[in-house]
């Protein structure tokens, strides 16, 4: 980035970013699209859901109980990350008081 401007023009920078974004298996196309785990291409990710796929099809379910995860590149968000245990227990004795379900 230090050359910007000076040895590289900001149009050819330009053309440069574009290029990396355009490049799925690179390190700004995964920022950008929100995995945060590691780098992946496109044509990876289907093959890593094509395999997850047909290992769960032929798994012997007495053994595996559980189907096969092999992971994505992003990170699942935490569902309860913006509760807390006690607004949580305010929230449940609320939803108990008004719900038609006892």
Do not use: I
Not at 29 to 48: F, K, T, V
Not at 53 to 67: G, S, W
Not at 70 to 80: E, L
């Amino acid at each position: 980035m230090s050359a910007v401007g000076r040895t590289v023009t900001f149009g050819e920078t330009r053309d440069l970013m574009l290029e990396l974004n355009r490049e799925t298996g690179s390190h700004l196309h995964a920022s950008l699209r929100g995995y945060d785990r590691y780098a992946m291409s496109e044509s990876g990710l289907a093959q890593l859901v094509l395999a997850e796929a047909y290992f769960n099809v032929h798994r012997d379910q007495r053994k595996h109980r559980e189907p096969y995860d092999f992971g994505r590149p992003w990170s699942v968000p935490d569902a309860n990350a913006d509760v807390t245990p006690e607004r949580r227990a305010e929230l449940v004795a609320a939803l108990e008081r008004r719900s038609a379900f006892r």
